[in-house]
């Protein structure tokens, strides 16, 4: 009771910022005030859903507000789940809050800003606190229009229009797949606060259309393949600490949305349940990594790339699915940790790159890869947090990353024991398309890295470019040193979640903290363990004895000469790798199946002077091929309806009657 | 205790002694091999010094990661080949970290030797990058299904449990793990840049992956990347030897006549393993870069086959 009227005020201090943003809208410090109110709000959000679930997470805070439908009114709830989602959030939230205090200074519209992003963390923790369907999908749609807001900020620009209007189809979409979840969820009976749901009786048809409407619903906000179009668009379109908050927490709303409708409302899993969601989670995560592999445009590549961490987190709920339906509970305790491990590591790293690339963008006011280069020189703090989140996002050691993706695979390793046969062989195919998008990110980002901050400048406004204010790297350096922490002692991340395990798959993995040396140990240490703290010292050891020997018996000599580049070096910065030729391997490679990739050179004949040209033609087949025909059908059918519009008052009438008949004959077919 | 963390030290001390000795004795036998002489197998570590006495010769944009990079290449694929049981199994540290995280390890080596290649702003630092994450972008999923069928064979990912399990009676012959010992070949064959994926002894030529990424290097610089090229050889050979060849190997808390078995044991392995890289290189064409996808990939299948026989057969 205590815990969830704290949150609900804070909440409504955020809604009160998001008021007083306007009324102050000519004040010129209103900027500060006003992330710094969230900046607060949010730490404090932050710090008691953690003092919760470590706390008390056994026993959920429950309140009920006068508020909402008459005869519902709006029930919130403080569980181990939301107290864990809810950490992520105001973290989330507050490092953006944070980096906006610099970063919103930079900003052309303010005002445009400022009242929407109040808004949208209150929606985010609005759904997350939610006990009761109407008051969840209040505050759904509530997130998803002040976020929509926040994407049109910039509406000038013909894409992010274009951006804003692919988003609000895909969410009023999404948000309409929810409603129809809830209300076969509530049944006929119509109970729809969420404790009346968990205790009503479903059958495995009506499960099966849960789960696809739920797929649809959550899976469209949080862009699993095909529904991920509107994300890479929408994400880049809105102010840099906005798109990290889409990015990094957003996604992460909606995975919630995901596991508190499946995994706890629905109760008892079917298998193949777990199964459809490890396939889409396999798909999403290898064609999300090649589409970032295929972006030239920074904070898109990014975009694309959260796609991919969507895959991995579903590949680690199917699992857990799969093994809940077997009662293999244990075992659904490691993949559901691993699962929701990584929703915190990529809430961390995400948020972290995209403040990095906002960084980039105040500084240079470029975003095309192909335009940067060098910013190491220029940019070197920036480029130290840049890196630690391209390390953590590549899932290489001693960083998070690598913590969750290595917990999927030991979850992995133990589906061998599944009676069913399509498990059996869908879960080493999706073991194989998990390494495959763990090694091809790594290549996307030693791509982003290696074009924007390595090599040389390849325009003036990179070659000028300045460091960014102390309130964007703080922001920035506060989750770079989160993703150290999280990777070097995981242990205390797995303990953290165990209430949540413990709560929706009645297992959870042994406790971890207790461990000596903090290693991580899954099930047993003969079989497998990981010590991410050891793994960090023994390289900084060994990487300070290599240099000790090497200032100790090598030469000191350093000469600084023009590069070599085997004896040819040319001075100009074109001469460089660019982005789109650092993945022309990669695109040979996968993306001839999966875009359909053509390249083209257009020689011209001897004598001639216009210079080569080389077309590469990339096709997105998800929009070709679904969303195109569906454009079309809606069109054509909007065309027919057209006419409908200019009928005489008489043709209405007998359309009013004809439509009262069948209506009538219906309800008396179905009684 | 101690005894324990002398067997870790000396461990870590050999894989470092080691690594050139591999690299120079697979060069001596391919050198008798096309009937040269060749050079000493000692050489690798004259280079090495040679290299350290020189000055290092930096271009003038380089950053600070282009001068930190190979102390930190060196220290990842050092702790690595020193996490791969040589001549003992079950030593201190073993549980640090198992072989998931001993190829992640590699993977951390690699991507800051990508980034280095990319540093400078040369072309040929730009053309070895891109092509070397394309190749570790097959090689390293073949990699994790090579562990996949390692790990359900012997129900861990623990190296030292795994090598046990593979001296113990019950492992018998089994079709996934020849899978996995071709694809781990072929693995490790493309991530240490042997022909046929990629050549060791050239230094221009326009396939070239490894090479064109270290070429703005010298020196020291250059002395530690070549170092962790040869250690990356080694924890590879002693790979192969602590799972498919584990006889030898000592157990833990053996006394010293069982060390000291287990290390000649380690070395003739080593030298066997070198003698057939050798053979095998000196009698096969260096493949166009396009092709290295279709080899890796039959890496990748091989692997995924080993692990659904294996995924399929548990219920047989």
Known sequence: ?671 | MIRDLLVQGVQMALVLILAPLLTGFVRKVKARLLRRQGASVVQPYRDLLRLLRKEAVVAENASWLFRTAPYLIFAATWVAAALVPTFATGLKFSWTADLIAIIALLASARFFLALAGMDIGTSFGGIGSSREVMIASLAEPAMIMIVFVLALVAGATQLSTIAEFMLSPEVGLRVSLGLALIALIIVAIAENGRIPVDNPATHLELTMVHEAMVLEYSGRHLAMIEFAAALKLLLYASLIACVFVPWGLAPAGAGIAALALGLVAYVAKLAGIGFLLAIFETSIAKMRVFRVPEFLGGALMLGLLGTLLLFVSRSL
Request: aromatic share 10%.
């Open chain 1, 1 to 671: 009771m205590i815990s969830v009227a704290v949150l609900l005020s804070g909440v409504a201090v955020l809604l009160a910022a998001a008021v007083a943003a306007i009324a102050l809208k000519h004040s010129p410090s209103v900027t500060r005030v006003i992330y710094g109110a969230t900046l607060i709000v949010s730490l404090a959000i932050a710090a008691t859903a953690l003092h919760h679930l470590v706390s008390a997470a056994a026993a959920p805070s429950l309140i009920a507000l006068p508020l909402g439908l008459p005869w519902v009114g709006a029930h919130f709830r403080l569980d181990a789940l939301s107290s864990f989602f809810l950490f992520v959030v105001g973290s989330g939230s507050a490092a953006s809050s944070l980096y906006g205090l610099g970063h919103g200074l930079h900003e052309k519209a303010p005002r445009r800003v400022l009242p929407f992003f109040p808004a949208f963390l209150a929606g985010m923790m609005l759904v997350i606190l939610a006990d009761d369907a109407f008051t969840f999908l209040l505050s759904w749609e509530f997130m998803s229009l002040a976020s929509w807001a926040l994407v049109m900020a910039h509406h000038h620009d013909r894409d992010n229009a274009r951006a804003g209007y692919v988003y609000l189809v895909m969410a009023s979409f999404g948000t309409l797949a929810l409603i129809l979840a809830f209300g076969l969820l509530a049944g006929a009976g119509g109970g729809y606060d969420f404790a009346s749901i968990r205790a009503a009786e479903h059958t495995p048809h009506l499960d099966a259309l849960v789960l696809a409407l739920v797929l649809l619903g959550a899976g469209s906000k949080a862009g699993l393949v095909p529904l991920h179009v509107w994300l890479p668009l929408a994400h880049p379109a809105a102010p840099s600490h906005v798109s990290a908050l889409m990015s990094g927490v957003m996604t992460k709303v909606a995975v919630y949305g995901f596991v508190r409708l499946i995994f706890d409302l629905l109760g008892e899993p079917t298998w193949w349940a777990g199964m459809i969601v490890l396939i889409l989670g396999g798909i999403t995560s290898v064609l999300g990594v090649l589409y970032a592999l295929m972006q030239h445009d920074l904070k898109r590549l990014l975009a694309y790339h959260t796609v991919e961490n969507i895959g991995i987190i579903f590949i680690g709920l199917g699992l857990a699915l799969a093994f809940q339906a077997n009662g293999m509970n244990w075992a659904a305790a490691l993949a559901l940790t691993a699962a929701l491990f990584h929703v915190f590591n990529h809430a961390l790293f995400k948020s972290l790159l995209f403040f990095g690339a906002g960084a980039v963008l105040a500084a240079t006011g470029e975003r095309d890869m192909e335009r940067l280069g060098g910013l190491i020189h220029r940019m070197p703090y920036t480029s130290i947090a840049f890196l630690v989140g391209c390390v953590a996002i590549s899932a290489l050691p001693p960083l998070n990353g690598f913590v969750s993706e290595w917990l999927t695979f030991q979850a992995i390793l133990q589906s061998p024991e599944l009676p069913q046969w399509g498990l059996k062989i869908m879960v080493p195919a999706v073991g194989a398309m998990l390494a495959l998008s763990a090694a091809l990110a790594a290549a996307c980002f030693v791509k982003a890295f290696g074009i924007t901050f390595l090599g040389r400048a390849r325009s003036s406004a990179a070659e000028t470019a300045e460091e960014v204010d102390r309130f964007s790297l703080a922001a920035m350096f506060a989750f770079a040193g989160l993703c150290l922490l999280a990777g070097i002692l995981p242990g205390f991340v797995i303990d953290g979640l165990a209430p949540v395990t413990q709560s929706l798959v009645t297992g959870r993995m042994p406790v971890q903290t207790e461990i000596p040396w903090f290693s991580i140990v899954p099930i047993a240490e003969s079989r497998s363990s990981y010590n991410g703290l050891l793994v960090f010292v023994f390289i900084a050891i060994s990487a300070t004895l290599a240099v000790l020997a090497i200032h100790r018996f090598a030469s000191h000599a350093v000469r600084r000469a023009p590069a070599w580049d085997c004896g040819w070096p040319d001075p100009s910065p074109e001469t460089q790798y660019t982005a789109a030729s650092f993945a022309q391997p990669i695109r040979r490679v996968y993306a001839t199946y999966a875009f359909r990739a053509k390249e083209t050179v257009e020689m011209p004949a001897p004598g001639d002077r216009r210079p080569a040209q080389l077309v590469v033609r990339l096709q997105d087949l998800v929009w070709d091929y679904l969303y195109e025909p569906i454009a079309g059908v809606v069109g054509l059918a909007a065309g027919r309806l057209n006419e409908l519009q200019f009928l005489t008052i008489r043709r209405y009438l007998g359309l009013v009657f004809l439509a009262l008949v069948s209506l009538l004959t219906v309800i008396a077919l179905w009684t």
